[in-house]
Structures are given as structure tokens and as C-alpha cells.
């Protein structure tokens, strides 16, 4: 009997760091001592003021529904961020509120997207985007970086994976899987290849832009040039720890950002009333809590560093941003322990969880099955343990 279940959804992969945070919690419930490092998600409560606001929202009857593109303040307040912190002009008519950044992103390849048309991904990736592509029925087309050149791609590479089809480039900066990001003249040297190419649109998330420990952000929509086909990314989950607050936005261009509200309005309407109250009380409050919290974020990724270049052949960089290292274990490929024998990163993933109970996420989720994605947005004494644990793992493979 054939599967009722669309072909749209049978092309679709797992998330493959939601199905190892899975197993994990599920080691975990049958009386394993796991020590989680696969998720992206701050370990820090939400800001006290961003809390009080969500309560006095409540209080105060925000509990209708909201429009589509998110209330008119937000975005009004939206829209003074990005000319604060990035100076980027965007109105706030072209901004649109939606259900965390994942949602946005989805919202901009399907506003774009005809089925056929190519989409450029810079390898490592975030997991979703090759997936949303192929909800969109586009075409991918990789563009392979190594640790050796930090995980970014140069201007020749990216000149020459451009075709005529090619109508989107789709990038994270800081980087999730790598930490690594843009410096203003590296976008500038990116920025003239796309200036040659008047049908490629730039998406840029840019949610991980306050977990930066080494340089100033920089995002690729200050460049005039190509302005009017860049759409900025950005969101609240991880520079105030809100993650499950879901509130992420876009800044566009007007026609743009219409289409998305259009989309948006079809698929789930407006956010949540009181996630918008609480965001709202984010971007308008200052940045203390975050620079607090990226000054932990970054004593962590010194351990982390410090911890894993005792491990002999890993191949280890200094990701200057977001909360991750990605380091090349593709050494210990053919090595093995109690019959296990370790052939790729997938297999190194399933090693470490079973016998050392560490749980980390494979590279080839991220395009690079050469790597390892090790999240340290967790407790200091959690990566102390883990670091030691993962030492004894590497060490038994033989």
C-alpha cells in the first residue's frame, strides 16, 4: 500500500540535533548520567524586566489576537534597533514579527523561491535551511569552506558557484555550527560579486549577532550597493535567553516583507501577544544582561578550547562568537573501541553518547561530516565533566 504521506515530506530530514537532544533526554530517563551538549539554547533565565513585562501584558488584556506582522510598537521599536545597532534603515512597514527566526526564514525562501531555482548555502550550515529549500522545491547548491580558512567562504568560491538560476545566498554570521563571522571588509569582498548579480537575494541571519566576543557585528545590508535584496534575520532567542518566548523578525525590503505578512497570514496569523510585550520590553531595555551573559559564554569556550586541544589530531579553531566549536575529528575515522569501529562523524556521535555519555551533534547534519558540533551553552562544572569525559573517549579509540 502506498504511504499517504506527501513526497514533500518523505524528501524532508530529521533534525538531527532535535533527534540527539532527543535520545539524550531519552538515555536520561532510563537512569544515564548524559551530560547534553547538542542544542543551541542559552542556559540563562530571561532577563527579570522582560518576565515583568510579559505579566503586566497579561494584566493589562494582551490577550487578543495581534496583527499579522506584529504589533505597530514592536516594530517601531524593531525598526530603531536596527538603526542602533546596525545602521539599517528599515520602516517599520518593512518589518515583519513572526514565530521565532526559523519561522521568519521559512517565510522569506517561500516569499522567493520557484520550484527549480537555485538556492547557494555556504558549508557548515544552520540544519534547516537545506530542508526549507527543498520545502520551496528549489535547488541547492553548496559551497564547501574547511576549519583552515575558518568555515568562510571567499569571494572566488562564491563567484563561482553562481549560475543564472541562482536567485538566493543564505548565510549565518556569527555562524551556527562554527562561531565564525563576517568581518565589514570580508562582506564588502562578497558584497561585489553580488553586486554583479542583479537576481541573487541575500537572506542573513543574523541571530547569534550579540554572542560576539572578538569584534564588532557587522551585517551585510549596510552596503548599498546591494540594500534593496538583502533581508536581515534577527530575533530575541539567543542574546536575551528566549528561546521559547518564539519571537524572531525580519527587516526586508517593502515588497518583500509583504509577501511574508501575505504567507504569514495563511499559516499562523500573528504571534503570541504576550511573547511580542515581553520582546518589546528586550529591545527597548538595554544590553547589560546579554554583555553579562556573553562574558560567561566566552570564559566557557575558553575551557572548551583549552579542554579539547589536549586531545591528540583534533583540529580545533578559535570561533570568535555564538556558543559552539566545530572541531575536525576526521583523525580518528577507522579507529575503534570494543568492537566498535568509528568510520565517520555520525559513527564518533554514536560512540561518545553510548560509552562516555557526552551528547554531541554530527557535522554532516551541518554539511561537513569531517566535523563535530560541541555546544557549551551550558554550566561550567557540566563542561568540566563532559571535556574530561570526551579526553577518555577519544583516548580509548585505537
Avoid at 499517504?4 to 524528501?11: K, L, Q
Avoid at 527543498?134 to 576549519?147: C, L, N, P
Wanted: proline share 5%.
Amino acid at each position: 500500500m502506498n504511504s499517504p504521506i506527501a513526497d514533500r515530506v518523505n524528501r524532508l530530514s530529521e533534525s538531527q540535533t532535535i533527534q540527539m537532544a532527543k535520545l539524550s533526554r531519552e538515555l536520561k530517563a532510563k537512569g544515564l548520567d548524559i551530560i547534553d551538549l547538542s542544542l543551541g539554547e542559552p542556559d540563562f533565565p530571561t532577563p527579570l524586566a522582560v518576565k515583568e513585562a510579559a505579566k503586566k501584558a497579561i494584566d493589562d488584556g494582551y490577550t487578543y489576537y495581534t496583527p499579522v506582522a506584529g504589533y505597530a510598537d514592536l516594530r517601531e521599536a524593531i525598526s530603531r534597533k536596527f538603526k542602533r545597532e546596525n545602521n539599517l534603515d528599515y520602516n517599520p512597514e518593512q518589518i515583519v514579527v513572526s514565530t521565532g527566526a526559523k519561522h521568519s526564514i521559512i517565510n522569506v525562501v517561500l516569499s522567493l523561491l520557484n520550484p527549480g531555482e537555485e538556492a547557494i548555502i555556504p558549508t557548515p550550515y544552520w540544519v534547516s535551511y537545506s530542508e526549507m529549500i527543498k520545502m520551496a522545491e528549489g535547488d541547492i547548491k553548496f559551497i564547501k569552506t574547511s576549519i583552515d580558512q575558518d568555515f568562510k567562504i571567499t569571494p572566488a568560491q562564491l563567484q563561482d558557484a553562481l549560475t543564472p538560476k541562482s536567485k538566493l545566498l543564505i548565510f549565518s554570521s556569527p555562524c551556527n555550527p562554527t562561531g565564525s563571522f563576517y568581518s565589514k571588509d570580508e562582506l564588502a569582498a562578497l558584497v561585489e560579486v553580488i553586486a554583479n548579480h542583479p537576481s541573487l537575494h541575500v537572506i542573513s541571519d543574523e541571530i547569534y549577532e550579540h554572542i560576539n566576543f572578538d569584534g564588532k557585528h557587522e551585517s551585510i545590508a549596510q552596503f548599498e550597493v546591494i540594500r534593496d535584496r538583502v533581508i536581515t534575520v534577527n530575533g530575541v532567542s539567543k542574546g536575551f535567553a528566549m528561546t521559547g518566548w518564539r519571537i524572531g523578525y525580519i527587516g526586508a525590503p517593502l515588497a518583500i516583507a509583504k509577501a511574508c505578512d501575505k504567507i504569514q497570514g495563511q499559516f499562523t496569523s500573528g504571534t503570541s501577544s504576550i511573547s511580542q510585550r515581553a520582546a518589546l520590553a528586550a529591545l527597548e531595555g538595554g544590553l547589560e544582561t546579554t554583555k553579562e551573559m556573553v562574558s560567561v559564554f566566552k570564559r566557557r569556550r575558553d575551557l572548551v578550547l583549552e579542554e579539547l586541544r589536549k586531545i591528540p589530531n583534533l583540529r580545533v579553531n578559535t570561533p570568535p562568537g555564538a556558543f559552539y566549536v566545530f572541531p575536525d575529528v576526521s583523525a580518528y575515522f577507522g579507529k575503534s573501541y570494543n568492537g566498535f569501529t568509528v568510520q565517520n562523524a555520525d559513527d564518533l556521535c554514536t560512540y561518545l553518547i553510548q560509552e562516555v555519555h557526552v551528547g554531541i551533534v554530527t557535522g554532516r547534519a551541518f554539511g561537513d561530516d569531517h566535523c563535530v558540533r560541541i555546544s557549551y551553552a551550558t554550566s561550567t562544572e557540566k563542561l568540566q565533566e563532559a571535556m574530561r569525559r570526551l579526553q577518555k573517549g577519544f583516548a580509548q579509540l585505537v
